[in-house]
């Protein structure tokens, strides 16, 4: 899958110095620092105790992969210790809201391309037999085929995330954090909330043209989870190197190059006075995309420009 759905462009800590040299009228030296809030590779982790400013207790930030192998899913020993201290767990979206039909089922209609467009109207020959393909290797019927070609191709993309069969969640093949935390926090009877809503994450994907979008698609069936570049993202994310991920993502081109800030950072900027609100009312486990933590636009840098104590809590995978 491509790494913009949790790979954010990096902007490094960086301190910048500057001074005249070359004129004799100078006293002194002058260093101008320029301050900077993003995390640096000293700090790399995936877990971050916020505290400070207004709070009573410490929340905690955690970033996600939204897909990884079960021989490559794990969760830190301080992971536990702080889900277990929160009394609300937060997703990007209610976890429960996308697990009830109830929720979904209003929405199927705006999943859909308007105006008649399909897929096939979106890609080339030779890539739309391959997206044809790979869907159906995956089990689905003909039918639901048929359905497909009109869903928006962003929606597809979810679906068609390489050799990832309908199933292998289900059987465990392939586990899902956020299916992980909404079921811890279900067993030990914490709350659940979202920082968007389902209707806003549509609106999100709707800003960003269908042939970008089919482009995407396209790109994360050739990125399946067996690949080498999968691979790396899942050493990245093991390594809980967010640094590493911000430099990936900047060398990274496709089909979603020059929408970052629709996708990524102006859903940060959004996210910070919610957050800021659920932390007065209860200490609160976050969990969004690791993608949204580094950079200077990230949520880290964020909250630290806001006044709050960001700490990296880090033990080794597995611990």
């Not at 899958?1 to 004799?24: D, I």
């Not at 079921?183 to 043209?209: H, N, R, W």
Request: net charge negative; charged share 25%; with cysteine.
């Amino acid at each position: 899958m491509r790494k913009v759905f949790w790979l954010l462009l990096p902007l490094l800590f960086v301190l910048q110095f500057s001074c005249n040299r070359s004129s004799e009228k100078l006293q002194a030296s002058k260093v101008e620092q320029v301050v900077t809030y993003a995390p640096t590779a000293a700090e790399n982790s995936l877990l971050w105790e916020i505290s400070g400013k207004d709070l009573a207790t410490p929340s905690y930030l955690y970033g996600t992969i939204h897909m990884i192998g079960k021989d490559d899913y794990f969760l830190t020993d301080q992971t536990k210790k702080a889900f277990g201290e929160s009394k609300k767990i937060v997703f990007e979206i209610n976890m429960e809201d996308m697990t009830n039909p109830a929720a979904i089922f209003p929405l199927i209609s705006k999943l859909m391309m308007p105006d008649g467009k399909t897929l096939k109207d979106l890609l080339s020959t030779e890539d739309y037999a391959f997206v044809k393909a790979k869907f159906a290797e995956s089990g689905l019927p003909p039918f639901f085929m048929g359905m497909l070609e009109k869903v928006k191709p962003m929606f597809l993309t979810v679906m068609g995330g390489g050799d990832m069969a309908p199933g292998d969640i289900q059987s465990g093949k392939i586990k899902s954090y956020e299916l992980e935390f909404m079921q811890m926090a279900q067993s030990s009877g914490k709350s659940m909330g979202g920082l968007e809503t389902i209707e806003f994450q549509m609106s999100v994907f709707d800003s960003i043209p269908y042939e970008a979008q089919a482009e995407m698609l396209v790109e994360s069936m050739r990125d399946t989870v067996g690949s080498s570049q999968f691979q790396e993202m899942v050493e990245m994310y093991k390594s809980q190197d967010i640094v590493k991920m911000m430099d990936s993502f900047e060398s990274e081109e496709g089909g979603l190059e020059g929408y970052d800030d629709v996708l990524l950072w102006q859903r940060n900027r959004n996210w910070i006075p919610i957050m800021s609100q659920m932390m007065t009312e209860a200490p609160t486990f976050f969990a969004v995309g690791a993608g949204h933590l580094g950079g200077e636009e990230g949520v880290i840098a964020l909250l630290r420009k806001k006044g709050y104590i960001l700490k990296p809590l880090r033990d080794k995978a597995g611990s």
